[in-house]
Protein backbone atom coordinates (compact mmCIF):
# COMPACT_ATOMS: atom_id res chain seq x y z
CA UNK A 1 0.00 0.00 0.00
CA UNK A 2 1.24 3.29 -1.28
CA UNK A 3 2.52 6.12 2.02
CA UNK A 4 4.70 8.98 2.34
CA UNK A 5 7.60 6.06 2.86
CA UNK A 6 6.31 4.13 0.17
CA UNK A 7 5.30 6.16 -2.51
CA UNK A 8 2.95 5.02 -5.65
CA UNK A 9 4.63 3.93 -8.56
CA UNK A 10 3.31 3.20 -12.26
CA UNK A 11 5.30 1.15 -14.62
CA UNK A 12 2.86 2.25 -17.68
CA UNK A 13 4.47 4.85 -19.55
CA UNK A 14 7.42 7.66 -19.20
CA UNK A 15 8.89 10.13 -21.69
CA UNK A 16 12.04 11.84 -22.43
CA UNK A 17 12.60 14.93 -24.80
CA UNK A 18 13.25 13.00 -27.16
CA UNK A 19 11.45 9.49 -26.36
CA UNK A 20 8.47 8.03 -25.38
CA UNK A 21 8.26 4.11 -23.55
CA UNK A 22 4.84 2.17 -23.07
CA UNK A 23 6.34 0.07 -20.34
CA UNK A 24 9.74 -1.31 -21.43
CA UNK A 25 8.97 -0.75 -25.30
CA UNK A 26 10.12 2.71 -26.81
CA UNK A 27 6.54 3.70 -29.05
CA UNK A 28 8.53 4.91 -32.10
CA UNK A 29 11.19 2.42 -32.89
CA UNK A 30 9.80 -0.71 -31.25
CA UNK A 31 5.63 -0.40 -31.60
CA UNK A 32 4.49 2.06 -34.14
CA UNK A 33 3.99 0.42 -37.45
CA UNK A 34 5.56 -2.64 -36.21
CA UNK A 35 2.68 -3.86 -33.53
CA UNK A 36 -1.16 -3.85 -33.55
CA UNK A 37 -3.20 -2.01 -31.53
CA UNK A 38 -4.42 -5.31 -29.88
CA UNK A 39 -0.79 -6.63 -29.42
CA UNK A 40 -0.10 -3.35 -27.48
CA UNK A 41 -3.32 -3.09 -25.65
CA UNK A 42 -2.54 -6.55 -23.90
CA UNK A 43 0.97 -5.87 -23.25
CA UNK A 44 -0.59 -2.74 -21.32
CA UNK A 45 -3.15 -4.69 -19.89
CA UNK A 46 -1.57 -8.25 -19.11
CA UNK A 47 1.87 -6.13 -18.23
CA UNK A 48 3.77 -9.53 -20.33
CA UNK A 49 4.34 -9.83 -24.32
CA UNK A 50 1.22 -11.30 -26.04
CA UNK A 51 0.79 -14.92 -27.54
CA UNK A 52 -0.51 -15.20 -30.84
CA UNK A 53 -3.60 -17.52 -29.45
CA UNK A 54 -3.67 -14.19 -26.94
CA UNK A 55 -4.47 -11.67 -30.15
CA UNK A 56 -6.79 -14.42 -31.73
CA UNK A 57 -9.15 -14.73 -28.79
CA UNK A 58 -8.96 -11.44 -28.08
CA UNK A 59 -9.73 -10.19 -31.22
CA UNK A 60 -12.56 -12.43 -31.61
CA UNK A 61 -13.96 -11.17 -28.09
CA UNK A 62 -13.77 -8.03 -29.34
CA UNK A 63 -15.46 -8.44 -32.38
CA UNK A 64 -18.22 -10.37 -30.70
CA UNK A 65 -19.21 -7.28 -28.35
CA UNK A 66 -18.64 -4.73 -30.28
CA UNK A 67 -22.24 -4.20 -31.55
CA UNK A 68 -25.77 -5.28 -31.06
CA UNK A 69 -28.22 -2.73 -32.31
CA UNK A 70 -30.31 -0.80 -30.24
CA UNK A 71 -29.56 -1.61 -27.17
CA UNK A 72 -29.47 0.54 -23.97
CA UNK A 73 -25.66 1.72 -24.50
CA UNK A 74 -26.64 2.25 -28.14
CA UNK A 75 -29.90 4.13 -27.49
CA UNK A 76 -28.19 6.35 -24.98
CA UNK A 77 -25.14 7.18 -27.34
CA UNK A 78 -27.92 8.27 -29.70
CA UNK A 79 -29.84 10.26 -27.29
CA UNK A 80 -27.44 12.32 -25.55
CA UNK A 81 -25.42 13.26 -28.87
CA UNK A 82 -29.03 14.83 -30.51
CA UNK A 83 -28.72 16.36 -27.28
CA UNK A 84 -25.20 17.28 -27.51
CA UNK A 85 -23.76 17.11 -31.00
CA UNK A 86 -20.93 18.84 -30.04
CA UNK A 87 -19.22 16.53 -27.33
CA UNK A 88 -18.96 13.54 -29.00
CA UNK A 89 -17.17 11.47 -26.27
CA UNK A 90 -20.13 12.43 -23.84
CA UNK A 91 -21.98 10.59 -25.87
CA UNK A 92 -19.84 7.41 -26.31
CA UNK A 93 -19.56 7.97 -22.45
CA UNK A 94 -23.15 7.77 -22.31
CA UNK A 95 -22.97 4.42 -23.67
CA UNK A 96 -20.42 2.93 -21.58
CA UNK A 97 -22.29 3.68 -18.79
CA UNK A 98 -24.53 1.43 -19.52
CA UNK A 99 -21.62 -1.85 -19.51
CA UNK A 100 -22.89 -3.29 -16.48
CA UNK A 101 -24.05 -6.33 -14.62
CA UNK A 102 -27.17 -6.85 -17.02
CA UNK A 103 -26.07 -5.94 -20.39
CA UNK A 104 -22.71 -6.80 -21.84
CA UNK A 105 -20.61 -6.93 -18.91
CA UNK A 106 -21.82 -9.70 -17.47
CA UNK A 107 -18.97 -11.66 -18.00
CA UNK A 108 -17.35 -10.44 -14.91
CA UNK A 109 -20.72 -12.41 -13.31
CA UNK A 110 -20.44 -15.56 -14.86
CA UNK A 111 -16.05 -15.62 -14.66
CA UNK A 112 -16.93 -15.44 -10.60
CA UNK A 113 -18.65 -18.75 -10.97
CA UNK A 114 -16.49 -20.36 -12.97
CA UNK A 115 -13.85 -19.84 -10.39
CA UNK A 116 -15.92 -21.00 -7.78
CA UNK A 117 -16.57 -24.21 -9.69
CA UNK A 118 -12.66 -24.72 -10.66
CA UNK A 119 -11.80 -24.07 -6.67
CA UNK A 120 -14.17 -26.58 -5.67
CA UNK A 121 -13.22 -30.27 -4.66
CA UNK A 122 -16.22 -31.30 -6.47
CA UNK A 123 -16.73 -28.83 -9.36
CA UNK A 124 -19.83 -31.06 -10.66
CA UNK A 125 -21.53 -30.78 -7.60
CA UNK A 126 -20.49 -27.10 -6.82
CA UNK A 127 -22.17 -25.91 -10.75
CA UNK A 128 -25.35 -28.01 -8.96
CA UNK A 129 -25.52 -25.85 -5.77
CA UNK A 130 -24.53 -22.42 -7.96
CA UNK A 131 -27.70 -23.54 -10.52
CA UNK A 132 -29.81 -24.28 -7.13
CA UNK A 133 -29.04 -21.26 -5.95
CA UNK A 134 -30.25 -19.11 -8.51
CA UNK A 135 -33.47 -20.92 -9.36
CA UNK A 136 -34.19 -20.84 -5.34
CA UNK A 137 -34.05 -16.74 -5.33
CA UNK A 138 -34.80 -16.53 -9.64
CA UNK A 139 -32.13 -14.75 -10.23
CA UNK A 140 -30.45 -14.55 -14.00
CA UNK A 141 -27.67 -17.35 -14.24
CA UNK A 142 -25.11 -14.86 -15.55
CA UNK A 143 -24.01 -16.45 -18.91
CA UNK A 144 -27.05 -17.58 -19.79
CA UNK A 145 -30.08 -17.15 -21.37
CA UNK A 146 -30.91 -15.01 -24.00
CA UNK A 147 -34.14 -13.10 -25.24
CA UNK A 148 -33.26 -12.85 -28.84
CA UNK A 149 -31.25 -15.75 -29.68
CA UNK A 150 -32.83 -19.50 -29.06
CA UNK A 151 -32.96 -22.35 -29.12
CA UNK A 152 -28.88 -20.82 -28.82
CA UNK A 153 -26.81 -17.99 -29.01
CA UNK A 154 -24.97 -19.19 -32.37
CA UNK A 155 -21.91 -16.66 -31.32
CA UNK A 156 -21.56 -18.04 -28.01
CA UNK A 157 -21.21 -21.80 -29.96
CA UNK A 158 -18.59 -20.30 -31.93
CA UNK A 159 -16.44 -18.44 -29.62
CA UNK A 160 -16.22 -22.31 -27.56
CA UNK A 161 -15.40 -24.00 -30.62
CA UNK A 162 -12.66 -21.64 -31.64
CA UNK A 163 -11.40 -21.50 -27.91
CA UNK A 164 -11.23 -25.75 -27.74
CA UNK A 165 -9.62 -25.55 -31.24
CA UNK A 166 -6.63 -24.29 -29.62
CA UNK A 167 -4.08 -26.66 -28.25
CA UNK A 168 -2.09 -23.71 -26.45
CA UNK A 169 -5.24 -22.95 -23.94
CA UNK A 170 -5.53 -25.02 -21.12
CA UNK A 171 -9.30 -25.64 -21.36
CA UNK A 172 -10.58 -25.13 -17.78
CA UNK A 173 -12.44 -22.54 -17.98
CA UNK A 174 -14.48 -24.23 -20.64
CA UNK A 175 -14.97 -26.92 -19.26
CA UNK A 176 -15.64 -25.00 -16.05
CA UNK A 177 -18.35 -23.45 -18.34
CA UNK A 178 -19.29 -26.35 -19.16
CA UNK A 179 -19.95 -28.21 -15.79
CA UNK A 180 -22.12 -25.23 -15.22
CA UNK A 181 -23.96 -25.43 -18.13
CA UNK A 182 -24.91 -29.08 -17.16
CA UNK A 183 -26.11 -28.02 -14.13
CA UNK A 184 -28.36 -25.29 -15.32
CA UNK A 185 -29.82 -27.58 -18.06
CA UNK A 186 -30.45 -30.09 -15.20
CA UNK A 187 -31.58 -27.84 -12.66
CA UNK A 188 -34.23 -25.66 -15.21
CA UNK A 189 -35.43 -29.42 -16.82
CA UNK A 190 -34.66 -28.17 -20.21
CA UNK A 191 -31.76 -26.49 -22.23
CA UNK A 192 -30.19 -23.21 -21.25
CA UNK A 193 -27.98 -21.59 -23.93
CA UNK A 194 -25.48 -20.33 -23.00
CA UNK A 195 -25.07 -16.57 -24.37
CA UNK A 196 -22.03 -14.33 -25.65
CA UNK A 197 -20.74 -12.91 -21.87
CA UNK A 198 -20.67 -16.74 -20.70
CA UNK A 199 -18.78 -17.64 -23.61
CA UNK A 200 -15.92 -14.37 -23.63
CA UNK A 201 -15.83 -15.37 -19.60
CA UNK A 202 -14.33 -18.61 -20.30
CA UNK A 203 -12.35 -17.35 -23.05
CA UNK A 204 -11.00 -14.34 -21.57
CA UNK A 205 -9.88 -16.59 -18.32
CA UNK A 206 -8.56 -18.96 -20.38
CA UNK A 207 -5.64 -16.21 -21.52
CA UNK A 208 -5.24 -15.41 -18.60
CA UNK A 209 -7.43 -12.29 -18.11
CA UNK A 210 -8.56 -11.62 -14.59
CA UNK A 211 -12.25 -11.73 -13.75
CA UNK A 212 -12.06 -8.12 -12.41
CA UNK A 213 -10.50 -6.79 -15.29
CA UNK A 214 -12.80 -8.65 -18.06
CA UNK A 215 -15.33 -5.84 -18.27
CA UNK A 216 -12.74 -3.74 -19.34
CA UNK A 217 -12.42 -5.90 -22.59
CA UNK A 218 -16.07 -4.96 -23.22
CA UNK A 219 -15.49 -1.45 -22.54
CA UNK A 220 -13.16 -1.51 -24.99
CA UNK A 221 -15.03 -3.15 -27.92
CA UNK A 222 -18.46 -1.55 -27.51
CA UNK A 223 -17.07 2.25 -27.49
CA UNK A 224 -15.86 1.59 -31.24
CA UNK A 225 -19.21 0.05 -31.92
CA UNK A 226 -20.97 3.52 -30.18
CA UNK A 227 -18.40 5.60 -32.07
CA UNK A 228 -20.51 3.59 -34.98
CA UNK A 229 -23.83 4.46 -33.73
CA UNK A 230 -22.70 8.27 -34.32
CA UNK A 231 -21.70 7.81 -37.01
CA UNK A 232 -24.75 6.67 -38.60
CA UNK A 233 -27.24 9.30 -36.12
CA UNK A 234 -25.34 11.81 -38.17
CA UNK A 235 -26.27 10.08 -41.51
CA UNK A 236 -29.45 9.24 -40.71
CA UNK A 237 -30.59 10.67 -37.34
CA UNK A 238 -33.15 8.35 -34.80
CA UNK A 239 -32.70 10.24 -31.82
CA UNK A 240 -35.50 12.40 -32.41
CA UNK A 241 -37.67 9.50 -33.56
CA UNK A 242 -36.61 7.95 -30.49
CA UNK A 243 -37.45 10.59 -28.04
CA UNK A 244 -40.97 11.03 -29.69
CA UNK A 245 -41.96 7.24 -29.48
CA UNK A 246 -41.12 7.39 -26.08
CA UNK A 247 -42.77 10.33 -24.75
CA UNK A 248 -46.21 9.24 -26.85
CA UNK A 249 -45.69 5.18 -25.87
CA UNK A 250 -45.72 6.31 -22.00
CA UNK A 251 -49.02 8.31 -21.10
CA UNK A 252 -49.37 10.67 -17.88
CA UNK A 253 -51.40 9.95 -15.35
CA UNK A 254 -51.01 11.66 -12.54
CA UNK A 255 -53.64 15.01 -11.71
CA UNK A 256 -51.70 18.04 -13.98
CA UNK A 257 -53.16 19.35 -16.67
CA UNK A 258 -56.74 18.46 -15.50
CA UNK A 259 -59.43 20.70 -16.20
Known amino acids: MASPTNPPVTRLCTHTLTS ?6 DLVEDLMGKR ?3 EVMLMQILGRTPRPVDLRIT ?19 RLIYMSAPENLQ ?8 AVGSSFVGTMENCSRLLDRIIAAAAP ?15 SAM ?13 RAYKLLELGRAESELAGDKIRALETLSKAVDDVAGRPI ?4 TGAVAALLGEIGVPTNVMRGFAVISRAA ?7 EEQQSPSGRFIWDTVEHAIPYVGEGGKA
Open 20 to 25: LHYRDA
Open 36 to 38: TFT
Open 59 to 77: DVVLIVLMEHGLTPSAIAT
Open 90 to 97: GAVSAGLL
Open 124 to 138: DSEALAIAREHKATK
Open 142 to 154: PGFGHHLHKPVDP
Open 193 to 196: TINA
Open 225 to 231: GLVAHIV
